[in-house]
Each structure stands twice: as C-alpha cells, then as structure tokens.
C-alpha cells in the first residue's frame, strides 16, 4: 500500500488548509486510516482518525471542533479539514492506514504516507 499525503502549506493562523491522503489501495475492509503529526523537537502526536468500512472517527482533544475527518470511497481518499489553525499546529502531518478500530498509537499503523508540512503563523 502506497499512502500519498498532500495539501499542506503556508496559513494565517486562523486560516484553514484541507490535507488529503490518497491510497494505492486498501488492503482489507476492516482499516482504518489516521492522521499524526510531528513538530520540530517533538514525538508524533496522534491527530485524527477514520474507520474505512463505515466512516466512525476519533480525534485528539486537542484539535476537536477544529479538525474534521472524512472519506471518499470512491476516490479512495481519506481528508482531514483543518480550520481555525493555530501556530501550535504547525508540523509535518502524516498519514496512516492500520488494521483495526480507530487505533490512535503511532505503533498500530503498518502503512505510512511521506508527510506534507503545514506551518501556521501568528
């Protein structure tokens, strides 16, 4: 499985960004396909994340009411709508497919994107 991730950039903080990751393919139903993000110096942090088979989502308190998740089947991609960003959002998000329900540790996921960066300013 090949995971492509892009539509990072340059925003105001405030300002909004849509990531997409698209897929090669999909290995199994039963995936789930997740967002992280690492800042410069920091561990990967879990954004966001999305059931394939029936579109169920779990995100970090930190970007709840911020950040939305969606899919398209058809287009076998995986989105994450990023509005009201703040500088602390800043990082080069990635995403990831694993087995499972909605797993949220970097450790569950078997297929990683390349990463696309996003920088907020103030």
């Known amino acids: 499985v090949q995971l492509q991730a892009y539509g990072g950039g340059l925003v105001q903080a405030g300002g909004s960004l849509r990531l997409s990751c698209a897929a090669s393919?999909?290995?199994?139903?039963?995936?789930?396909v997740g967002w992280f993000r690492q800042a410069p110096g920091k561990e990967r942090e879990f954004v966001s994340v999305?059931?394939?088979?029936?579109?169920?989502?779990y995100s970090a308190d930190s970007v709840k009411g911020r950040f939305t998740i969606s899919k398209d089947n058809a287009e076998n991609t995986v989105y994450l709508q990023m509005n009201n960003l703040k500088p602390e959002d800043t990082a080069v998000y990635y995403c990831?497919?694993?087995?499972?329900?909605?797993?949220?540790?970097?450790?569950?996921?078997?297929?990683w994107g390349q990463g696309t960066l996003v920088t907020v300013s103030s």
């Open positions: 393919e999909r290995t199994h139903s039963s995936v789930s």
């Open positions: 990831a497919e694993a087995r499972g329900w909605l797993p949220h540790r970097a450790s569950a996921y078997d297929y």
């Open positions: 999305i059931t394939w088979s029936v579109g169920s989502t």
